[in-house]
């Protein structure tokens, strides 16, 4: 390699570098969120874990797996899921966390009394 190519190297090196630097500065924050994977259990009637904790504007992705007899996630407003998973299996999904507050997460499936008492929040900073 000449004296003329290395320079032309590092020159355009520089410029791409720069260019990175000047994306992570100006981007939107969704484009530079990151993505928070969570693992939910439901068993016994009780989401482990019971509270999720994500930062406003994260790309959440969760797998849920129901251990003992169906589950569901439910989230209403204002996110609107609402994901069932048959015992031993998972269902992952996911949704931009893009409204701050505390949302409650509950199984909405009827076939035992139980179901109705299962809740987790979610927490969204």
Request: charged share 20%; proline share 3%.
């Amino acid at each position: 390699m000449t004296q003329r190519q290395r320079t032309s190297a590092v020159a355009v090196a520089g410029v791409l570098l720069t260019g990175a630097a000047w994306w992570m500065c100006s981007a939107p924050a969704s484009a530079r969120t990151q993505v928070r994977q969570v693992t939910v259990t439901g068993d016994q009637f009780v989401f482990t874990p019971s509270q999720i904790e994500v930062q406003k504007d994260d790309l959440v992705q969760i797998t849920f797996t129901a251990k003992d007899v169906a589950h569901s996630f439910t989230i209403d407003v204002p996110y609107r899921i609402s994901k069932r998973a048959s015992p031993g299996h998972a269902v992952v999904f996911e949704f931009r966390a893009d409204e701050a507050g505390r949302f409650r997460f509950y199984c909405n499936l009827t076939q035992d009394e139980r179901c109705k008492k299962m809740t987790g929040e979610l927490v969204v900073r």
